[in-house]
Every structure is written in structure tokens, then in C-alpha cells.
């Protein structure tokens, strides 16, 4: 029963924006969810911008959000860093986002590739083949890969276009080597620092996301509720035969939902 | 004996030139050749740049060339295309040169990436985002995948620079599809071409360049002579425990050798 949940974890594109487009009732469930004294904490693959920019997006349609209650996969990226390799310079494959987040987090920024110990990857709409290249050096000259999701592709108007797995793809096929770790969902890295955020035991928290590989797989690996809303990626013919690691708790039609069945 | 060789298959970037510059005693070589009124074909991977292109490079250095006797894998991507494909539409990732060196001889090009039959995938120095996720929505929408070469790098200077391992890896990373024929050496295709153009039995002919991936093993396979040059990407120290497929007949400091042991 959802009056048992104590802690939301919500996807934010395709769960709350479509595209450019906000989705109906997006905000005002969010904002239930927070008149009933929810924790809520917005978890996403985006590791191209900065939370800050996330957060200017959400409050500009009216969510109810803190900046740190945001978790990114750019800000994860920072956070993992940080905790686990604070010494280390990094070279960065993406859009400025990316690299903004770092260092407000205070992540060294290499001053050439040669030098980097690692190669961040995020989705790079603004790539060159210069971008791409340098991105190479670092890792011929010993930079190990790190991404901050593995996305294949991401809704852009009518189309699916490439995602990170692309960036990754130039990177590793070139190089022959491969990417240590992927930070975004359903890493366990994204879930420690969401329940860290949300200060809630996993068994009382929820998942509510559009994606089955990430959201709801994310949610089932740890014990949490899943709500799969169809607003995104996932329609109703890709439910047939899925795996049992895959299959949400609930199914829902957007978001807007959760309203309904809290009552 | 080399006295015995009728048909050369002469590679050019690390084995004629070594990035811009001229490796000395090249031209020499091959006006030698010539002069002994053997038959010369210029057999190279880049696959970006058309035949005419390559014409004019070897010509303004002085090298006895004609035209017909070049075969890039764009060239040879082209004839492939005609051959077996002769009603497809294709759209090209890489430089301008693979697209001009396809129109050239007559292959076609799709009016938008979706229609396209094949993609067709070489080097792009001139990459963009925009050019990839053309390219990825080629592939989305059904075009099969051919590489005109899969170099994982190409020497820039000072640097190994990203090849078209990295163009094919961003794709087929993506899409979840793989490409079908890499046209370039050491594929069975471009020898077939070679062979046409010199009009001479394998038995007669020699490979000489600086890759035992593609050079050396394009020989050996077709049961050429191989002849190594130090001038490029292979060094003396890459030649410890090679298997068998790979062993050239000669290994020599550079193309210049030929006029000392033809004497």
C-alpha cells in the first residue's frame, strides 16, 4: 500500500518531462506527494547537465524541490569521485555540463588529457571529432573510463538519438578498453546516495520511472517498490514476457496516478 | 627473387608517405619499378578521400602514377556497391571525399538517412553530433552497416589519432547491430580489385607496406609475397612472436630497399 511508502524516488524525463513537454499532472502529484510529508528525492541518468540546471527546469513548472534533493548521474559522478579517488585529475567526453557539475563539487579537471587518470563519458550533443580524439588520447595515454550512464538512445522530438552507449562505443572500440564503472541507474552507488538523501530504509521507499532497465530494475535490486509509468520509453507491448527482475509492482498510466491510489 | 615479381601492391600512408611527409627514396623506388616495366597498383585503407585526391598527392611528389591504378576503400567501397547493390541508396558517415568518390562512380545517395539502404562508414575528421545521430537514425530506420576500413588509428602527427574503429563502435554500440563488410585490406575484395587492375597471377605479385594486420596478412592470404617496411605503424620490436599469418617474407628499413634487392 502506497500509504506505507515513506520515500519517493522519481525519474525525472520521461516520468515528469516528455521532451521539451511537461507531462499532465507531473507537478501536482509531486506536490501531493510533499503536502503529505513524502520524502521525495528526483533521480536521473542525465549526466549532461548540472543539478542546477535541473533545478531551474523543475521550479520553473512549479515542483515543489529542494537542489538537493536532485541526484544526476553528472552529480553522482562528482560524489563517487570524490569518495572514492579524491586525488585523482579527470578528463571529461561530454557536454559542459558535465564538467560544470565536477568542479562545483570540486573534482580536478586535468589540464591535458595525457595527464587524466580518468575519462569521464556522458552524452555529448555538442561533440566534434576533436572532442572525440582527445577523449582518445586520454585513454591511450592511460586514463581508465568511467560513465556516467550507458543510455542507448534518449526521445528527442520524434526521434531516438543517440545516447551515451554511442560515446562509449568510439571510445572502447578504438581503444580496446572498457568502462569500469557506469554511475547511473541501477547502480548501487545512485541508490546508496538516494536513501542516503531520502534518510528512509529501502523497504519503505518507491521507484516511480518510465524505464524497466533502469528505474524498475533499480527499485527491485534493492528491496524497494516499483511503479512503471508509461509516459516515457516503456509502452504496454514491451510488458510481454519480460524478465521477473523487470517486473514493476505497479503499472500505471502517468504519473498523475499515484494521486488515485494513495486515496 | 623480386626479379621475379611481376605486380606490386603498394600501400602509401606509412609506407610512401609518413603522415604529410614524403619518406625518402619512395618515389625512387617506384619509378624503378616502373622502369623495369613492372606493373604498380596503389592499394591504401583510407577510405575519406577520393582517388583523384590521392592522384594529385602522389603526382605533386613525382611519382609515375595513373589514376586507374589506385585503389582506396572508397574507391573499391564504390565498385562493391555497383557490383552487388546496384539499385541501393546509401548515406555516408565519415568525410566529404567518401561521399564525392561514391557519386563519382554512380553510386547513390539517399535523400534522407531513413530511406538509405546501406550506411556506409569511414573516417570523419569532421565529425559531429549531428553527423553521428544521422547516421545512427540511418541505422534505426534499416540500412545495414558496410565500413569502407576498421583502423583503430591513424598516425597525426605525433599522436595516434581516433580511426574509423571509433565511427563503427559508436554506431553498432548503439543500434545493437553489427557491420556486415569492412571493404578494406585485408579483405578478399580489395585483392580481387588489385589483381584485375594488375592483371597478374597472385603467384607474381608482392605486397609491400607497413601493417601486418592488413598489409602483410593481405599478402599471405593470397598467396602473395610480402614485403614489411619499417616506416610506419609496425616496429622491429611488434615482430617478436607473431603468428605464421602475420610473418612477412622480407622486412626492410623502408621501400628504398627494393632497388638494392632487385639489383
Sequence with gaps: MIKDIEGFLIDIDGTIFRGDELIPGAVESINFLK???KRVT?????GNITRRTCYDRLKAVGVDVLEEEILLSSTVMAYFLKEHYPLSYVWTLGDSGLKEELVYHGVKISETPEKADFLIITLCETLTYHDLNQAFQ????????????????FPNGKEKAIDVAGMIGAIEAASGRKTEVVIGKPSWFMVNKALAQLDVPAEK???????????ILMGNMHSMKTMLVL???????????????????????SIYSIVKVTL
Tied chains: 1, 2.
Design 42 to 46: 528526483y533521480v536521473s541518468n542525465r
Design 138 to 153: 586520454a585513454v591511450q595515454h592511460g586514463a581508465r573510463i568511467l560513465a556516467t550512464n550507458a543510455d542507448k538512445t
Design 35 to 37: 503536502a503529505l510529508n
Design 205 to 215: 521507499c518507491m521507484v516511480i520511472g518510465d524505464s524497466l532497465e533502469s528505474d
Design 231 to 253: 509516459t516515457g520509453n516503456t509502452q504496454r507491448k514491451h510488458l510481454e514476457s519480460i524478465p521477473k527482475r523487470l517486473e514493476p509492482d505497479y503499472i500505471v498510466d
